[in-house]
T-cell receptor
Framework: NAGVMQNPRHLVRRRGQEARLRCSPM?????VYWYRQLPEEGLKFMVY????????ESGMPKERFSAEFPKEGPSILRIQQVVRGDSAAYFC??????????????FGEGSWLTVV | RKEVEQDPGPFNVPEGATVAFNCTYS??????FFWYRQDCRKEPKLLMS???SGNEDGRFTAQLNRASQYISLLIRDSKLSDSATYLC???????????FGAGTRLAVHP
């Protein structure tokens, strides 16, 4: 049973370009979360999605960032017109349930974005 | 004030040492608590959940004090392989919106 798959693992973009990060949740999981980790900081929640629905995007920057989780295919985190401050590790996680007690969240290996 | 605050570290300890990490959280309504371990340029991995009664997993012991909003992790008999960043994590409730501390770096040397 494959884990949470993220690609690309490493991405280099020039300022002003677009970055697209993909995440395939674990088989059977319909809940996806995106987190961002800036250098020397902890992970910060960005967005929580279910199939075709954004449930909580309270951690998403107001501009340039968007996320989707279509009925078919992976979840996509899209960053338009990237700036140097977007350089970070972006982690996707999935869970089979919405939460409840305990912790059943599984992280992917992350996508490292470098903006030059 | 940060929602989850940790000792900044780094902690440099010899093999065999006992080391303790502390963490405080600001949201008194938080429901679940965890310690994660993160190796350099890797994803965070769950080390253990933390319960009010305290829990132990081998050399690792975690404690939660809800009244003080304080969480701790004790590592006994440190191994070289324990070198990593330890993240204190709080889940306010409901779905898996985890709040991470900035982490405490541990370096165990021979």
């Amino acid at each position: 049973n494959a884990g949470v798959m993220q690609n690309p693992r490493h991405l280099v973009r020039r300022r002003g370009q677009e970055a697209r990060l993909r995440c395939s949740p674990m088989k059977g999981h319909s809940h996806v979360y995106w987190y961002r980790q800036l250098p020397e900081e902890g992970l910060k929640f960005m967005v929580y999605l279910q199939k075709e629905n954004i449930i909580d995007e309270s951690g998403m920057p107001k501009e340039r960032f968007s996320a989707e989780f279509p009925k078919e295919g992976p979840s996509i985190l899209r960053i338009q017109q990237v700036v140097r401050g977007d350089s970070a590790a972006y982690f996707c996680a999935s869970s089979p349930l919405t939460g409840g007690s305990g912790n059943t969240i599984y992280f992917g290996e992350g996508s490292w974005l470098t903006v030059v | 004030r940060k929602e989850v605050e940790q000792d900044p570290g780094p902690f440099n300890v010899p093999e065999g040492a006992t080391v303790a990490f502390n963490c405080t959280y600001s949201n008194s309504a938080s429901q679940s608590f965890f310690w994660y371990r993160q190796d350099c340029r890797k994803e965070p991995k769950l080390l253990m959940s933390v319960y009010s009664s305290g829990n132990e997993d081998g050399r690792f012991t975690a404690q939660l004090n809800r009244a003080s909003q304080y969480i701790s992790l004790l590592i006994r008999d440190s191994k070289l392989s324990d070198s990593a960043t330890y993240l204190c994590v709080v889940k306010p409730g409901g779905y898996n919106k985890l709040i991470f501390g900035a982490g405490t770096r541990l370096a165990v040397h021979p």
